[in-house]
């Protein structure tokens, strides 16, 4: 089962080893290996990395991420832009 593709996702391209979405099937034939389920990610302990290919994940980066103060200004100040803007524009179109 593919499990992310669509109109706004790049296509596959086995050749350089870019892969833009997970595909079991055409990821196992670019290897050369047969497709065999399930598909899962590998984890780490932390502070223990294996240095192994693909690069193995700890929990911590999936559910750790960090946001600098700055961007986080600069997105509220966007969306408040934005809900500001769509409320003047809906006053306009509907006094």
């Not at 196992?28 to 994940?57: D, Q």
């Not at 200004?73 to 006094?95: D, E």
Request: charged share 15%; proline share 8%; aromatic share 14%.
């Amino acid at each position: 089962r593919v499990l992310a593709s669509g109109t706004l996702v790049a296509q596959n391209d086995p050749a350089s080893g870019s892969w833009f979405f997970i595909d079991p099937e055409e990821m196992g034939a670019s290897l050369g290996i047969p497709f065999t389920p399930p598909f899962c990610e590998v984890f780490e302990e932390a502070g223990k990395p294996t240095g192994t290919y693909p690069k193995h994940l700890c929990a911590g980066d999936l559910i750790n991420f960090h946001v600098m103060p700055i961007t986080h200004l600069a997105y509220s100040a966007t969306w408040y832009g934005l809900s500001a803007a769509i409320a003047v524009g809906t006053f306009y179109r509907f006094r």
